[in-house]
């Protein structure tokens, strides 16, 4: 096919020359990296294919179950495939997980209780945590359940603070939490091996801690899971990375079968655990996104590495950077000024399938200190591995991007962003 087709037709769709040639450079010069990439998801669709086979995945696993839900083989099997992809005894996977940080919750109050601490050596936890934690006083929380909670800082270079977070574990300490994406901050994000490194260290002090890992946006970006370099617990969304784009709800927690079970206890209620919990229709899309999600993870992966390369060659910071490695499909751009960062998110919306037509606005949403604007055209209401930015609407003005479910979509996604700049000259193509 002609490359002049594809031209016009992004000219259809809005996208000018000028832009259309600057970025067709810059990814004709990433195959290198993208082939890179391709290998990993090549490897982890070999891993989820493997485990579905060996579980003895079939036609019935995808029926619905309703009520209570006895014997949902689909469920229990879909369970045990996640065990055997995590490398774990066992997991669970439940539409009643309403969302990552409900995950979180069920993991965190299922194994701690009253007189435990929890400690985070890896600094603040995602912004919801801090009322799941009591950080920020908050009615259910840990806190007013008797757990102490303790935090070690990063040092300034990223590092571990080993000195302090040996001074941190005491006879008390029950769980230690590691956060593998950045999420929205700016430390960097922890490759498995660092967070293998994290955990010999604490087990080192105190064998019998649990360490558990937020996994959240990290899942098949790597060869490997935290679950394989001693992570006792992983836990995330299924409207993230393992859901493929085609969960429409849901969450998982992956571990050793106690702490799972715990979980489940705190899930459902002590005596029913993982024995409830009809699955409604939700089998047949958990199963076909989880076994969509390691292409669709790459597609979001060459999608950030595409917009660092873009924007950073248009002289804008970028972390990650345009060439560095890669832990999770977060990308920021800090644009210097809330046009731009307006201009971006209008641009990320204007490509989207769905609500396209929608011109998204900064407003002040609650729990953020600043007007903040989110751009979202996503089949799944607030799914981040479907293309969607946001950025608050504050000094750095930097904006957050991330997903894609496919590398076309991402693509045409963050042309759009810069056509918005361009046309409105916040931005000069070189
Ligand atoms: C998204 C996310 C969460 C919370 O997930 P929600 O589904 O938004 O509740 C927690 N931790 C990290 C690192 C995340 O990226």
């Given at each position: 096919?002609?490359?002049?087709?594809t031209?016009?037709?992004?000219?259809?769709?809005?996208?000018?020359?000028?832009?259309?040639?600057?970025?067709?450079?810059?990814?004709?010069?990433?195959?290198?990296?993208?082939?890179?990439?391709?290998?990993?998801?090549?490897?982890?669709?070999?891993?989820?294919?493997?485990?579905?086979?060996?579980?003895?995945?079939?036609?019935?696993?995808?029926?619905?179950?309703?009520?209570?839900g006895?014997?949902?083989?689909?469920?229990?099997?879909?369970?045990?495939?996640?065990a055997?992809?995590?490398h774990?005894?066992?997991?669970?996977?439940?539409?009643?997980?309403?969302?990552?940080?409900?995950?979180?919750?069920?993991?965190?109050?299922?194994?701690?209780?009253?007189?435990?601490?929890?400690?985070?050596?890896?600094?603040?936890?995602?912004?919801?945590?801090?009322?799941?934690?009591?950080?920020r006083?908050?009615?259910?929380?840990?806190a007013?359940y008797?757990?102490s909670?303790?935090?070690?800082?990063?040092?300034?270079?990223?590092?571990?603070?080993?000195?302090?977070?040996?001074?941190?574990?005491?006879?008390?300490?029950?769980?230690?939490?590691?956060?593998?994406?950045?999420?929205?901050?700016?430390?960097?994000?922890?490759?498995?091996?660092?967070?293998?490194?994290?955990?010999?260290?604490?087990?080192?002090?105190?064998?019998?801690?649990?360490?558990?890992?937020?996994?959240?946006?990290?899942?098949?970006?790597?060869?490997?899971?935290?679950?394989?370099?001693?992570?006792?617990?992983?836990?995330?969304?299924?409207?993230k990375?393992?859901?493929?784009?085609?969960?429409?709800?849901?969450?998982?927690?992956?571990?050793?079968?106690a702490?799972v079970?715990?979980?489940?206890?705190?899930?459902?209620?002590?005596?029913?655990?993982?024995?409830?919990?009809?699955?409604?229709?939700?089998?047949?899309?958990?199963?076909?996104?989880?076994?969509?999600?390691?292409?669709?993870?790459?597609?979001?992966?060459?999608g950030?590495v595409?917009?660092?390369?873009v924007?950073?060659?248009?002289?804008?910071?970028?972390?990650?950077d345009?060439?560095?490695?890669?832990?999770?499909?977060?990308?920021?751009?800090?644009?210097?000024?809330?046009?731009?960062?307006?201009?971006?998110?209008?641009?990320?919306?204007?490509?989207?399938?769905?609500?396209?037509?929608?011109?998204?606005?900064?407003?002040?949403?609650?729990?953020?200190d600043?007007?903040?604007?989110?751009?979202?055209?996503?089949?799944?209401?607030?799914?981040?591995?479907?293309?969607?930015?946001?950025?608050?609407?504050?000094?750095?003005?930097?904006?957050?991007?991330?997903?894609?479910?496919?590398?076309?979509?991402a693509?045409?996604?963050?042309?759009?962003?810069?056509?918005?700049?361009?046309e409105?000259?916040?931005?000069?193509l070189?």
């Amino acid at each position: 096919m002609e490359i002049a087709m594809t031209r016009e037709m992004y000219k259809e769709m809005g996208i000018d020359s000028e832009v259309f040639d600057f970025c067709q450079k810059i990814a004709s010069g990433l195959t290198e990296r993208f082939s890179k990439i391709d290998q990993i998801a090549e490897y982890n669709q070999l891993k989820v294919v493997n485990a579905m086979q060996q579980c003895r995945a079939s036609e019935a696993c995808l029926y619905a179950s309703s009520g209570y839900g006895y014997n949902d083989v689909g469920r229990d099997t879909l369970e045990d495939i996640y065990a055997a992809v995590f490398h774990t005894e066992a997991a669970l996977v439940r539409p009643q997980i309403a969302c990552g940080t409900h995950a979180l919750a069920v993991a965190l109050s299922g194994n701690l209780r009253p007189g435990d601490e929890l400690l985070s050596p890896v600094g603040k936890p995602y912004d919801t945590l801090e009322e799941v934690i009591g950080i920020r006083p908050s009615n259910g929380s840990l806190a007013e359940y008797g757990v102490s909670y303790r935090q070690v800082d990063l040092l300034e270079d990223g590092e571990f603070d080993y000195e302090n977070i040996r001074k941190a574990i005491n006879e008390k300490t029950k769980l230690v939490t590691i956060q593998r994406s950045k999420g929205y901050q700016t430390r960097p994000t922890l490759s498995v091996a660092r967070i293998g490194e994290l955990i010999s260290f604490v087990k080192e002090i105190k064998p019998d801690v649990i360490c558990m890992v937020d996994n959240c946006y990290g899942e098949f970006v790597e060869t490997m899971e935290p679950t394989d370099v001693g992570a006792d617990l992983v836990v995330g969304s299924l409207i993230k990375n393992p859901g493929g784009g085609l969960a429409p709800i849901g969450g998982y927690i992956a571990g050793k079968k106690a702490y799972v079970d715990n979980a489940a206890y705190r899930l459902t209620s002590p005596g029913l655990g993982k024995e409830v919990g009809a699955t409604l229709g939700v089998n047949q899309p958990f199963y076909q996104g989880f076994f969509l999600a390691p292409t669709v993870t790459a597609n979001a992966l060459k999608g950030a590495v595409f917009a660092a390369n873009v924007y950073e060659r248009l002289g804008f910071s970028v972390v990650p950077d345009s060439r560095e490695s890669r832990h999770d499909i977060i990308q920021a751009v800090t644009l210097d000024s809330a046009e731009r960062v307006i201009a971006f998110c209008k641009g990320i919306q204007a490509a989207a399938p769905i609500d396209s037509y929608v011109d998204p606005e900064p407003w002040a949403m609650p729990g953020y200190d600043s007007d903040v604007i989110m751009a979202a055209g996503a089949f799944v209401q607030g799914s981040s591995i479907e293309l969607s930015a946001d950025g608050p609407i504050k000094p750095p003005y930097a904006v957050y991007f991330q997903g894609g479910l496919t590398w076309e979509h991402a693509k045409f996604g963050i042309m759009m962003s810069l056509q918005k700049l361009y046309e409105k000259e916040l931005v000069q193509l070189p």
